[in-house]
């Protein structure tokens, strides 16, 4: 933590809550005021973004980063103790992933401190040579400056010092320009400062319309800018009239099929819309679910499948069979669970094809990239193995997880918002 915590130019740093729990603060609603503190008195800003930072961090600069790339290729020459802090992280971090050394996983909170103290160590540089003013964000720098040599000399030193530890900046992404700039997107900008009146049921609709028009309108103008699922999950507890909740999930639906990532927020706003008023019908929401995975499914965006089955799950509703089929050649292990558990509770026309995941139902597959699938389907009972063999015992690791009843998939939320229970008990994660 020291060393991740270590960088005056790092704005969001990870802390350790009272309950032990990893997380980064402040939230990124503190970058705004903090461009408008440090820009200040400059007339030029250097706005870069490292390149796929989590999947191109190179594990070994864990050690480089915690002790020093010189003090690492002395341990790997045997002129120091064969182990340091940073070499078992190293070691651990590859073990997560077939001994891979080049990314690790986006999400877990320890990558984010992984990254957040290989990125420090890129401060400290940067500080060294005079850099100073300005903050990093997450993996974007904002650099100030009184004139653009400067900013020009300073995205040499960020490239260079990058290197050093194999990361690169996202010449997309990376930009010098003169100030002053907008201090936040003024899409999101527009959408927070929005009022929809609820005193009668003709003023809201017609604010939700013209709340939407701006959002669509936004984000087609900052196509790389999250404006629509910002739009979607301003309104996720806000409850509307009866005469307008079928205009507000047409809304929300749009929003989904034009972008996916809205799904998380859609769901909650959807399943609240539809607790208040039952008699909302569910065909828009089975046709744009439909529409995502007949589009996204071919291509393997396990993403956006994956929360299209969520919602299928939550709201009930059946996949047709060329759906499960597309579905089921993803091959990818969260949509194929949540797919089996579709079929379980009878909302597949047609049950998923076993074959290929019985394939997988060996000790081999524990140890490799669909483990979660060799593993999950089997402790449920969704897919038997070809020899009928139990697999999961001849593995130690996976035979203790079963034997504490761990379920990584956690069905039982599912259960509890459709009012089902589900009839055996478990330890989800």
Same mark, same amino acid.
């Given at each position: 933590m020291s060393k991740a915590c270590c960088s005056d130019l790092s704005l969001i740093k990870p802390i350790a809550t009272h309950t032990g729990i990893l997380r980064r603060w402040p939230h990124l609603d503190a970058v705004p005021p903090k461009r408008a503190e440090v820009r200040v008195g400059k007339t030029t800003l250097l706005s870069a973004d490292v390149s796929r930072f989590y999947p191109s961090i190179y594990t070994h600069a864990i050690e480089w980063a915690l002790s020093s790339k010189a003090a690492a290729k002395a341990r790997i020459s045997g002129k120091r103790p064969p182990r340091t802090i940073g070499a078992e992280i190293d070691a651990l971090v590859q073990a997560c992933q077939n001994g891979q050394t080049r990314g690790i996983p986006i999400g877990p909170a320890s990558s984010m401190l992984l990254g957040e103290i290989i990125l420090a160590q890129v401060d400290?540089?940067?500080?060294?040579?005079?850099?100073?003013t300005g903050f990093r964000a997450v993996d974007d720098y904002e650099l100030l400056f009184d004139d653009r040599s400067g900013a020009e000399r300073a995205l040499t030193a960020l490239e260079d010092v990058l290197a050093e530890f194999e990361l690169e900046l996202n010449p997309q992404k990376t930009r010098i320009v003169a100030l002053p700039q907008e201090l936040e997107n003024p899409g999101i900008q527009e959408l927070r400062g929005f009022r929809?009146?609820?005193?009668? /049921?003709?003023?809201? &609709?017609?604010?939700?319309?013209?709340?939407?028009? /701006?959002?669509?309108? &936004?984000?087609r103008e900052f196509p790389d800018k999250s404006i629509l699922r910002y739009a979607v999950a301003a309104l996720v507890d806000r409850a509307v009239h009866a005469a307008n909740a079928a205009l507000l999930q047409s809304l929300v639906l749009q929003a989904v099929m034009a972008e996916p990532g809205v799904w998380p927020f859609a769901v909650r706003l959807l399943s609240e819309l539809h607790k208040l008023?039952?008699?909302?019908?569910?065909n828009p929401i089975r046709q744009t679910i439909y529409g995502i995975v007949s589009k996204c499914a071919p291509v393997r965006h396990s993403s956006e499948v994956a929360w299209s089955l969520w919602a299928a799950l939550i709201f009930e509703i059946v996949l047709p069979e060329n759906s499960v089929n597309a579905v089921a050649k993803m091959m990818d292990d969260c949509c194929a669970i949540m797919l089996f558990h579709m079929a379980k509770r009878d909302l597949c026309e047609t049950e998923p094809e076993a074959t290929p995941f019985a394939d997988l139902m060996d000790a081999e597959s524990l140890r490799g990239p669909h483990w979660l699938m060799s593993y999950e389907l089997a402790v449920r009972d969704w897919v038997k193995p070809h020899s009928g063999a139990d697999h999961i015992s001849s593995d130690s690791f996976f035979a203790f997880l079963r034997e504490k009843n761990v379920r990584f998939y956690n069905s039982t939320s599912v259960e509890t918002l459709t009012g089902r229970p589900d009839e055996e008990e478990e330890t989800s994660y």
């Open positions: 400290l540089s940067l500080v060294g040579q005079g850099i100073r929809i009146r609820d005193h009668n /049921r003709s003023s809201e &609709r017609s604010d939700l319309l013209h709340f939407f028009t /701006r959002a669509f309108a &936004r984000q008023h039952v008699s909302l019908p569910l």
